[in-house]
Nanobody, 123 residues
């Protein structure tokens, strides 16, 4: 079992930066793909970014490419989502997920989820 706890959300002005953290416990994240998803009010959950267990550059949804960066510190068992140039449309609850998905953008294929952290961006 992997327990995930997100933190770092808040109320931000458009154009600001924010870093979300996801602390894992129970097992090492070294062999897991770690993903960030978000869900805005009245909308479906959306893939945001993922970092595969093999490392390398992250994978991003087009709308955040170039603004968001996913990183992982396996020693701290923590995954981060650095968000820059925030826009009002980034407003959502952000969730961290862990798993070994065949498709990294499919939330259904992740096994473990955090409780989410709210990010609100005002214009």
């Amino acid at each position: 079992q992997v327990q995930l706890v997100e933190s770092g959300g808040g109320l931000m002005q458009a154009g600001a930066s924010l870093r979300l953290s996801c602390l894992a416990s129970g097992r090492s994240i070294m062999t897991y793909t770690m993903g960030w998803f978000r869900q805005a009010p009245g909308k479906e959950r959306e893939f945001v970014a993922a970092s595969t267990w093999g490392g390398g550059s992250g994978y991003y949804v087009n709308s955040v490419e170039g603004r968001f960066t996913i990183s992982r510190d396996n020693a701290k068992n923590t995954v981060y989502l650095q968000m820059a140039s925030l826009k009002p449309e980034d407003t959502a609850v952000y969730y961290c997920a862990a798993g070994r998905p065949r498709s990294i953008t499919s939330g259904e294929m992740y096994d473990y989820w955090g409780q989410g952290t709210q990010v609100t961006v005002s214009s």
